[in-house]
């Protein structure tokens, strides 16, 4: 497992675990990151926030939050 905010530019992954911390697992559950949900990284280049596609829906987070999200990669 590695936390979200690693992943590279096109990297589709799994949500494993969401770890506790100054933001609130319901918060980043509300934005639509649950357990076994499928990531993929849109943009991860630059400091800015990152960009990243669940179903559907475009959302961009902070690298702080990015970082309590842990993911599986999953083979292109």
């Known amino acids: 497992m590695v936390p979200l905010g690693l992943l ?10 969401i770890k506790p911390g100054k ?4 918060r980043i559950e509300d934005m639509g990151f649950r357990i ?3 990531v993929e990284m849109l943009n991860s280049g630059g400091r800015g ?3 990243v596609k669940i ?3 475009r ?3 902070g690298r702080g939050m990015a970082m309590k ?3 599986r990669r999953k083979e292109k």
Do not use: F, N, R, W
């Not at 590279?8 to 675990?17: F, I, M, T």
């Open 69 to 71: 999200i842990m993911v």
């Open 8 to 17: 590279q530019l096109g990297d589709k992954a799994e949500v494993a675990e």
């Open 23 to 26: 933001h609130s697992c319901a």
């Open 49 to 51: 926030p990152l960009l």
């Open 59 to 61: 959302l961009a987070l």
């Open 36 to 38: 076994g949900k499928t």
């Open 55 to 57: 179903d559907e829906s």
